[in-house]
């Protein structure tokens, strides 16, 4: 890096470190003139005890829209539709959002295996510890199995499971091992340009996760772009998903 692009970098961070300094002391003072403002009209004798020394300040949250993670809010409501359609008697989730899986539990009975157990506690769900690697489930026993947004991390040590650059096929080797004749899988994963953020995650060509389950039909394909204000494409294109930087890819795939 030259010398002269060294320096205008440092200044442009000089100044951003400066405009966020500022932003963060009128939020404070704006902070602060609001609790007054909030104690004086709550009175001398308040309906909850309002202490100064209690303040938890929020000052980041007063956007235009309500932010949200576009990946995991329409990839698990797309699977919960997927689930509602397919109406099994027990779903099996692999290491999914426990959002998904706690939610679903309401209206199905619902197993729920991850790598790291959770100490989930309720009705309808039952919480236990799997690798994906070789699951200890019968070959062809399972009728409705979702894994998403997991098999792009197995091999590459993010959540303790061992280095293994194969880690992501024998995984979906497992899960099509397990699924069972007329079976449904819902996998997702990210897609784009196909690449590994070690040790974060890898991202997927469409067609490298369709030849990965080369025996599975695929029953239907839905993407969450880079443009989250496209919400969920059903039916994308292979060449959309392929266009992304990191999509996220929505497969539901049948076993014959």
Same mark, same amino acid.
């Given at each position: 890096?030259?010398?002269?692009?060294?320096?205008?970098?440092?200044? !442009?961070?000089?100044?951003?470190?400066?405009?966020?300094?500022?932003?963060? +002391?009128?939020?404070?003072?704006?902070?602060?003139?609001?609790?007054?403002?909030?104690?004086?009209?709550?009175?001398?004798?308040?309906?909850?005890?309002?202490?100064?020394?209690?303040? +938890?300040?929020?000052?980041?949250?007063?956007?235009?829209?309500?932010?949200f993670d576009a990946h995991y809010v329409y990839h698990t409501?797309?699977?919960?539709?997927?689930?509602?359609?397919?109406?099994?008697?027990?779903?099996?989730?692999?290491?999914?959002?426990?959002?998904?899986?706690?939610?679903?539990?309401?209206?199905?009975?619902?197993?729920?295996?991850?790598?790291? =157990?959770?100490?989930?506690?309720?009705?309808?769900?039952?919480?236990?510890?799997?690798?994906?690697?070789?699951?200890?489930?019968?070959?062809?026993?399972?009728?409705?199995?979702?894994?998403m947004h997991v098999v792009e991390h197995v091999g590459l040590?993010?959540?303790?499971?061992?280095?293994?650059?194969?880690?992501?096929?024998?995984?979906?080797? &497992?899960? &099509?091992?397990?699924?069972? =004749?007329?079976?449904?899988?819902? !996998?997702?994963? =990210?897609?784009?340009?196909?690449?590994?953020?070690?040790?974060?995650?890898?991202?997927?060509?469409?067609? +490298?996760?369709?030849?990965?389950?080369?025996?599975?039909?695929?029953?239907?394909?839905?993407?969450?772009?880079?443009?989250?204000?496209?919400?969920?494409?059903?039916?994308? =294109?292979?060449?959309?998903?392929?266009?992304?930087?990191?999509?996220?890819?929505?497969?539901?795939? &049948?076993?014959?």
């Amino acid at each position: 890096m030259s010398g002269r692009l060294h320096a205008v970098l440092r200044r !442009f961070a000089i100044a951003r470190a400066a405009r966020d300094l500022i932003r963060r +002391q009128r939020g404070r003072i704006a902070f602060r003139r609001e609790f007054v403002a909030f104690a004086r009209l709550a009175g001398a004798t308040p309906r909850f005890p309002l202490r100064w020394g209690e303040r +938890q300040p929020r000052l980041d949250d007063r956007t235009k829209a309500t932010p949200f993670d576009a990946h995991y809010v329409y990839h698990t409501a797309w699977a919960a539709r997927c689930v509602a359609a397919i109406a099994p008697e027990v779903h099996v989730d692999i290491s999914s959002s426990l959002h998904f899986c706690t939610i679903v539990s309401a209206f199905m009975p619902v197993r729920f295996y991850d790598y790291r =157990p959770a100490a989930l506690r309720l009705s309808g769900l039952a919480s236990g510890q799997a690798d994906l690697s070789c699951l200890r489930l019968a070959t062809g026993s399972v009728a409705s199995l979702s894994c998403m947004h997991v098999v792009e991390h197995v091999g590459l040590g993010r959540y303790g499971d061992p280095i293994d650059p194969e880690g992501d096929l024998k995984a979906m080797a &497992e899960l &099509e091992r397990v699924l069972a =004749p007329r079976g449904s899988l819902l !996998f997702v994963v =990210p897609v784009g340009r196909p690449r590994i953020v070690f040790n974060a995650h890898r991202i997927y060509a469409y067609r +490298q996760v369709c030849d990965a389950f080369a025996t599975l039909r695929l029953r239907r394909f839905a993407l969450v772009g880079d443009d989250p204000e496209a919400g969920l494409i059903e039916d994308a =294109p292979e060449a959309l998903a392929d266009a992304q930087a990191y999509g996220c890819g929505c497969f539901w795939f &049948e076993k014959p």
